[in-house]
């Protein structure tokens, strides 16, 4: 029989990356928040890699964190190592890379759910949403309990009817043999929404003490402490190295051998894998041309002996997965403890929601993270965090909180999923950012901490260091342009001792700082009187400074779009009644209900000409006649 639990303003459905910004946001916002999750010791679980960040993806993480989200500050507590990438590249793709302690960041994620106001946590199965004139307003589970609120997230993951694939071996299983959701997917189906199948998957875990490093190359942290928090100031110094090694002839013609018993080849496999995380088997047969490819071992934390085979994801027969693995150098003699495996799930189509990431065929609903088709932590944080912010902007009576492409790398992933779909698990790239010089890591702060504190979420001391640091930034822009270097005996020599061109002439600070060869802190050694400012408003400055025509030019570019953006397209109009548009477009254009004429020129199918009929349509007020 089933019975009133309670009532909430939100419902977060699972406690993964997800679910926990989502839950985190919503209740810092001042909603009263219901957290259920399928397993209290698996919150924030990483079924995959034991790490956080990368290209674009560290880039959102430091997003959340600059909005005043939570993985930024756990990872920074509990990481085994970090590292800056393609720090000899610019600043538009360098990205923080973290090792993550899984065990540790779990404790330490769970540790700030159960501390935060407004958010009570729960271990429960969910199998069915409560409805009322189509309007979600809470959710059923298993055990007849009946939570209300007036908005709900779902951010189920990879558990919704998830199956595990191993050989020829399938069985029903969430990650880490955890238990699955099955009802709430039916329910899913049954209240209309279009589910698609998709697959990731995972490499074997091996014993520590059973490899061999000597035959394997070192990977070690960076010297300068860092982290992806702006508030972090304790950051970790006794980093854990990782490893890297190789696969060879022998383990390809092993793999060759067997891929017939592989869930991927052998027709087991239905879902969609990931084109940017293939399997060993996809690499062996789609780069058949290259000996080898890289192995990396990474230790999953510190109390640990697990260590994850980066690199070598497979679905075939633990028989077969022995012999490949002891085919590596250094794997020789290695003890698997976990069995690779894949894992097939259902995800919902994402060009059913609205930007807001609510759902359009329900009110209320709200959907985050890999249910929507992506893959990867932070891609599913990222959401969540949106989702958590505009399922509570809905309850409080507050304007939906939408990113654009321009504001955030946030903002790029979630447009690519509501306004193109994705036929494959999504994961965010450098290269999908049109506007990446202007989303860069460094930033992250500029671009919307002050959005962060107009929510609620960001404190109002944070605040006030944040625009101190703005203030300063300025203040030593202003200051470089009103110095004059002059190409005296001792400036001439101190460019030559650095190995830089000699100065013909007197210059602004301000245009030398813009030479490619001249650092802030070469700058600083010209200064008669320098100034001692935080490394982070330095680079600030240097960033700012030194690229300032290429980010003019990138705000130009967004300023012309923004016209597109701003001409918005009546909810009320028919496609079918605009004379010119391609039957494709009209038919994808229905099924997306784009906001704008910028969301729909981005539409798949729907071309410029396709566009430009369509805003013509509406500037001649064809619909407002239509609807009269």
Request: aromatic share 6%; proline share 4%; with cysteine.
């Amino acid at each position: 029989m089933t019975y009133n639990a309670g009532k909430y303003d939100v419902i977060v459905i699972g406690a993964g990356h997800a679910g926990c910004e989502a839950g985190i946001a919503a209740a810092r916002m001042g909603a009263k928040t219901l957290m259920l999750t399928l397993n209290l010791d698996m919150i924030a679980f990483m079924p995959c890699n034991p790490s956080l960040g990368g290209p674009a993806k560290g880039i959102v993480i430091r997003e959340i964190d600059a909005l005043g989200g939570a993985m930024g500050k756990v990872i920074d507590k509990t990481h085994i190592q970090m590292r800056m990438l393609n720090t000899g590249k610019g600043p538009a793709v360098r990205a923080l890379r973290a090792q993550a302690d899984k065990p540790l960041y779990i404790q330490e994620m769970k540790k700030v759910i159960e501390e935060q106001e407004n958010l009570t946590l729960k271990q429960a199965m969910v199998n069915e949403l409560i409805l009322e004139n189509g309007v979600c307003k809470g959710v059923l589970t298993e055990t007849n309990a009946a939570y209300y609120a007036d908005s709900v997230i779902i951010t189920t993951g990879t558990f919704m009817r998830g199956k595990v694939l191993i050989g020829d071996l399938e069985y029903e299983s969430g990650p880490n043999n955890q238990r699955v959701s099955i009802k709430l997917s039916e329910n899913l189906e049954e209240l209309g929404f279009d589910l698609t199948r998709f697959k990731t998957g995972t490499p074997p875990r091996v014993h520590n003490k059973s490899i061999d490093y000597s035959k394997t190359e070192i990977q070690p942290g960076d010297d300068k402490p860092q982290g992806f928090s702006y508030e972090t100031t304790n950051f970790i110094t006794d980093q854990i190295p990782c490893w890297l090694t190789y696969t060879n002839e022998f383990t390809h013609e092993v793999i060759n051998d067997n891929l017939k018993l592989s869930a991927m080849y052998s027709g087991m496999k239905r879902g969609t894998g990931p084109r940017y995380c293939p399997s060993i088997e996809d690499k062996i047969v789609r780069f058949n041309d290259k000996p080898r490819h890289q192995i990396f071992l990474e230790p999953e934390g510190r109390n640990t002996e697990e260590v994850y085979v980066q690199g070598l994801s497979t679905s075939l027969p633990e028989s077969i997965q022995e012999e490949m693995i002891k085919s590596v150098a250094g794997l020789e003699n290695a003890q698997i403890m976990r069995a690779g495996y894949a894992i097939e799930y259902d995800a919902v189509v994402p060009t059913q929601l609205w930007p807001t990431l609510e759902t359009k065929k329900i009110s209320g609903l709200f959907t985050a993270g890999q249910i929507n088709g992506t893959s990867g932590y932070e891609e599913a944080a990222g959401q969540g965090m949106m989702a958590g912010i505009n399922a509570a902007a809905k309850v409080l009576g507050r304007d939906p909180f939408v990113l654009d492409r321009s504001q955030a790398y946030i903002g790029v992933l979630i447009d690519d999923l509501v306004t193109k779909g994705t036929r494959e698990p999504y994961r965010l790239l450098t290269s999908r950012a049109e506007y990446r010089l202007l989303l860069r890591h460094d930033n992250a702060d500029m671009r919307l901490t002050a959005l962060g504190y107009e929510l609620g979420i960001i404190s109002k001391e944070r605040y006030e260091k944040f625009i101190a640091k703005k203030e300063a930034v300025e203040a030593e822009k202003k200051r470089l342009a009103s110095i004059i270097i002059k190409p005296t005996e001792a400036t001439q020599n101190t460019l030559k001792d650095a190995d830089k061109q000699p100065l013909k002439e007197a210059v602004k600070a301000y245009d030398l700082l813009k030479r490619p060869e001249i650092s802030y802190t070469l700058l600083e050694s010209l200064l008669e009187d320098p100034v001692d400012l935080p490394l982070d408003v330095k680079e600030q400055v240097e960033i700012q400074i030194k690229y300032e025509g290429y980010i003019k030019k990138a705000y130009d570019q967004v300023n012309r779009m923004q016209k597109m953006e701003d001409k918005r397209i009546p909810n009320n109009i028919d496609y079918d009644a605009i004379h010119g548009l391609a039957s494709e477009a009209k038919e994808k254009l229905k099924s997306v209900q784009p906001l704008s004429i910028g969301q729909a020129s981005r539409i798949s199918g729907v071309t410029p000409a396709d566009t430009s009929i369509l805003a013509v349509y509406i500037e001649q007020g064809n619909v407002a006649r239509a609807a009269n």
